[in-house]
């Protein structure tokens, strides 16, 4: 049980992942957008996940533990992994009888985090911090991260206007209460940890769309050639970066 009254976006939050989202038909729109820069973002997991090795790890969130930990071979001293969603965690557990990772669940509210000061070297997550109260959750992140320690969160910008109106048409496919990442939440992060940015898909998202329409294979000339118009873009015009659909953040705390 979750200790105290969670707020009223919290509990929209648990009602939401407990009754379960219609995110096939979205996952579909978008798999040729995204093949190949999870591909890069796979990489860059499993490289800076090194320095979970033996640590204190706690991820937010519950299901990203075996292909980010597991499938990385990482062993951490002690995994934890909190959802405020008991489905969720039920899900998070199906692969831990066949995993040498042996994390401890725990039904948690990511805004109050149930954990001491200076707790944990590594914090993680997949698509989590914009579905929380943003301020509050990076106050507890830092509350809980021992100094000089590490982030890696994955998450989605919210100025892409592709991807803008694929969310307005898709609204069962989230929740009520998440707000892709802005310009402001990328500079709160500043405050508080030293941070790098990898974007991921600008071009790739129309031209992720078209193939998808064309081509059974996500990795095609298409998404070759949108993926490196997308790298060329980051490298010429980083001012153009927060039109990306999304983001992996790297970090340190202060």
């Known amino acids: 049980m979750i200790e105290g009254p969670l707020s009223a976006r919290a509990q929209r939050e648990q009602d939401a992942f407990d009754d379960g989202l219609q995110r096939d038909g979205y996952m579909r729109l978008f798999e040729h957008t995204s093949h190949l820069f999870l591909q890069r973002r796979a990489r860059i997991i499993q490289s800076e996940l090194e320095h979970a090795q033996g640590k204190n790890v706690l991820e937010l969130g519950s299901t990203s533990w075996k292909s980010w930990i597991e499938d990385n071979d990482i062993k951490p001293r002690n995994l934890y992994c909190i959802n405020i969603s008991q489905e969720e965690i039920n899900r998070g557990k199906e692969s831990e009888h066949l995993s040498k990772v042996k994390p401890y669940f725990r039904l948690m509210d990511a805004n109050n985090l149930d954990f001491e000061d200076d707790s944990f070297d590594f914090v993680y997550g997949c698509a989590i911090l914009h579905h929380l109260d943003y301020s509050r959750a990076l106050d507890e992140i830092y509350r809980v ?110």
């Open 145 to 254: 991260l021992k100094p000089g320690g590490k982030i890696l969160f994955a998450e989605p910008l919210g100025i892409n206007p592709i991807a803008k109106l694929v969310r307005v048409m898709t609204p069962f496919a989230r929740t009520i209460d998440e707000k892709p990442l802005m310009f402001k939440e990328l500079s709160e992060l500043e405050k508080k940890f030293n941070t790098s940015h990898y974007y991921e898909e600008f071009f790739s998202v129309p031209l992720g769309v078209v193939s998808g329409i064309f081509f059974n294979n996500p990795n095609n000339w298409l998404t070759r050639l949108a993926f490196n118009l997308d790298l060329s873009l980051d490298r010429m015009f980083p001012f153009l970066r927060y039109l990306f659909r999304h983001v992996l953040i790297v970090g340190t705390r202060k």
